[in-house]
């Protein structure tokens, strides 16, 4: 059985309960997990131990928030008031961790199901093709060590904000970094909007979820995706979107991915520390 995971975010209870409901077994199972495994949520460290742990049993792409922690512990990025990474940072066993999370996918596909993981979004430019080729290129980067520190300095950011093949160095990068990351909303020119972060029903006029513009180049593909808790769950326009906002005090989300079948929720525990993005 194949089943995707929504955003953790550090909540590791929910997420241990989550495999018992499903019955998960990695010598049997596999899971694919959509990123951000850690942060404002409680026990980032432990998600990140258990994860790792799993070995071939699990795919997790990299989301907004691993990188951030990438960012802080390898560049010396300045912690942000609401981050909850300093076990990670204080681990001893923090570079074997760091160094397996440097090496994360930003896209996962499976030929054979025909389905593709990312965090956030693709810009609607954007085929497989292109898709896959612009995530090797970042990982790439976060796979060398010396290119990697300069990129996680870099990458934060807004611009540009729209997808030409000319850009290039690392403002090519940060424009990757952010739809792989961070979108949710374009306009229909393909412009990222990456202010905005509430439901698609309260866009401010002409802007559109990325999944929604006319004529993406991505709209034959299924994907599947995270990040955007305000969202929701959401499958339809040929994504499955699985951010139901566990660290906000809501669940956490399972599914399915090789036969037909509901989403298994685990509301979020009573106790520890709920910070929503």
Not at 19 to 35: K, Q, S, T, Y
Request: with cysteine; net charge neutral.
């Amino acid at each position: 059985m194949l089943y995707a995971i929504g955003d953790i975010q550090g909540c590791a209870a929910e997420f241990e309960q989550l495999l018992e409901r499903i019955r998960f077994d990695p010598a049997r199972d596999r899971l694919w997990l959509v990123g951000d495994l850690v942060n404002r949520g409680p026990r980032s460290l432990e998600v990140l131990r258990k994860v790792k742990a799993l070995g071939a049993a699990a795919v997790s792409v990299l989301g907004n928030h691993d990188l951030h922690l990438l960012a802080v512990a390898l560049a010396g990025a300045p912690l942000k008031s609401k981050d909850t990474l300093e076990d990670i940072l204080r681990a001893p066993d923090r570079d074997e961790l760091l160094e397996w999370l440097r090496h994360r996918p930003m896209l996962h596909h499976d030929p054979t199901l025909g389905i593709t993981m990312v965090h956030a979004g693709l810009p609607p430019q954007w085929d497989l093709e292109t898709a896959r080729a612009c995530a090797r290129e970042l990982e790439d980067a976060l796979r060398d060590r010396e290119r990697c520190v300069t990129l996680l300095t870099r990458m934060y950011g807004d611009e540009p904000r729209r997808w030409s093949p000319d850009l290039a160095g690392f403002e090519r990068l940060r424009f990757i970094t952010n739809c792989l990351t961070r979108l949710r909303f374009c306009r229909a020119d393909g412009t990222l909007e990456l202010k905005y972060k509430g439901t698609p029903q309260d866009a401010p006029p002409g802007v559109l979820p990325w999944f929604r513009v006319p004529d993406r180049r991505s709209r034959s593909m299924r994907i599947v995706c995270g990040h955007w808790s305000a969202l929701g769950y959401h499958d339809s326009d040929g994504v499955l979107s699985i951010d139901t906002g566990c660290v906000w005090g809501n669940a956490l989300c399972a599914v399915r991915l090789d036969a037909p079948g509901e989403p298994v929720y685990v509301p979020c525990s009573s106790s520890g520390l709920r910070i929503g993005d």
